[in-house]
């Protein structure tokens, strides 16, 4: 089994950051790609940023430039940093990631967290 831990999120006003922190734990032979969605309300679920194993990134058009993704490999942990908030950032916010649970056979998981909600307003 393993479990992914999301804190951070909260109540700020437009233009101010937040940092949301996400660590993995259980059986973790290798961490692949982490990634953070969000969903608002009335809306589907949609990807917002996603970082490799090696470290390459890619950000929804609506966060570049705003939004930094980030990952410490010996904490099995990924940020997301969002700074110049707006209003229509609001959302639940999940993390998510692909772990390979063993070596052999090589068997990957999908993995999901439980969501923190960001709210933008002031």
């Known amino acids: 089994q393993v479990q992914l831990v999301e804190s951070g999120g909260g109540l700020m006003q437009p233009g101010g950051s937040l940092r949301l922190s996400c660590a993995a734990s259980?059986?973790?032979?290798?961490?692949?790609?982490m990634a953070w969605y969000r969903q608002a309300p009335g809306k589907q679920r949609e990807l917002v940023a996603t970082?490799?194993?090696?470290?390459?990134?890619n950000y929804e058009d609506s966060v570049k430039g705003r939004f930094t993704i980030s990952r410490d490999n010996a904490k099995n942990t990924v940020y997301l940093q969002m700074n110049s908030l707006k209003p229509e950032d609001t959302a639940v916010y999940y993390c998510?990631?692909?772990?390979?649970?063993?070596?052999?056979?090589?068997?990957?998981?999908?993995?999901w967290g439980q969501g923190t909600l960001v709210t933008v307003s002031s």
């Open positions: 259980g059986s973790i032979f290798k961490i692949a790609a």
């Open positions: 998510n990631t692909i772990v390979q649970t063993s070596p052999q056979p090589v068997t990957y998981l999908e993995v």
């Open positions: 970082i490799t194993s090696h470290g390459t990134t």
